[in-house]
């Protein structure tokens, strides 16, 4: 696939909107030697998301935008994500929509993880409607990012079966549990490694 790394990790950027605990997933692979990035850097599109609390404890550098004027939000954003090198971006639980002008910028080297079995149940409360349909599976998709919603080469997914007396809460937690291994297996695939 697209990515490849020298001796070097590949400086990394995580963008989350709330809880963040595949960012936490991800910096704790990020630590690892077979790990072929290292998070630099944190971009929370809410100030109050729990997830920043990850970077602090980390020491990695972080950035709130809140992406009400997203052209403004997305020119702050490429000039913190600059003076850091930041080479590849990794969207998790990251609630807003970048525009084609700044994915663009990063092409081919931003990641996202989306809690569905990707092409199926695109865009948001992916579980209501998942349930609603009496899907048997569900599961949970990393994929490149492009301009259009959730819609860029997969390259990695994990099903998970749909329970009797499922809840959204139960499918949402079952499947984040497959998140946080899935999004690091996704790294080293999409690195060939
Ligand atoms: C995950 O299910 C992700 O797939 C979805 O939002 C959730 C974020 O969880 N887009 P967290 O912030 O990583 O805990």
Known sequence: MGLSTGRSKIRTAVFISGTGSNLKSLIKFSKTNKSPISIEFVVSSNSKAKGLNFAKINNIKKKVLNFKNKNLSEKKLLSALKPNNIEMICLAGFMKILTGNFIKK???????????????????NTHRRVLNNKEKYSGCTVHFVNAKLDSGKIILQKKVKISKNETEASLAKKILAEEHKLYPKAILKAFNL
């Open 106 to 124: 990063f092409k081919g080297k931003i990641l996202n993880i989306h809690p569905s079995l990707l092409p199926k149940y695109k865009g948001l």
